[in-house]
């Protein structure tokens, strides 16, 4: 699989980008970026020189991901939602020593117009609702909303709602494909997987 790139995008001499990828109008992807294959940069997206994003990534329009910035497979990055590298910027003042590095694990999904606040790592398949700031770490599978975003639930992978209390202990199956997902001490899991693999057939 060839790598498609609209010829109004810049790809800096050195950037990786794996087979399968999609890199639509405007992009600018710098030099050192190093990036798995079949994901998708929408409409005047920026990657930077220290990211590292895995396979199947989705960028949708308007997103810069800056230095210290690494996504795993699978994550989904909605409109206009923004990374930070510098947690206490000044225009007069160097910081590019004083990056914090933010992590967005396999499977999380961040809505549009989301903030995460640079230091953070958004858990396994988490789900951040549109326009929510995150400023500390989301645990796996959960849901978060609001400014600042505070956790009202939990996901499955397949991105339904699962009926489990923030916290104590409990067990959901998700409706969709029927894996099965525990509570315990505030850190939920998948018990079970159906035929036909995590996402089913």
Known sequence: ???????????????????????????????????????????????????RIGNNVKVQNNVSVYDAVTLEDDVFCGPSMVFTNVYNPRSAVTRKEEYRRTLVKQGATIGANATIVCGSTVGRYAFVGAGAVVQKDVPDFALVVGVPARQIGWMSRFGERLELPLQGSGEAVCPHTGERYVLQDGVVSVAECPPGGPLGS
């Open 1 to 51: 699989m060839s790598v498609t790139i609209h010829p109004t995008a810049i790809i800096d001499p050195g950037a990786q980008i794996g087979a399968g990828s999609r890199v639509w109008h405007w992009v600018h992807i710098c030099s050192d970026a190093v990036i798995g294959e079949r994901c998708s940069f929408g409409q005047n997206v920026f990657v930077g020189n220290d990211v």
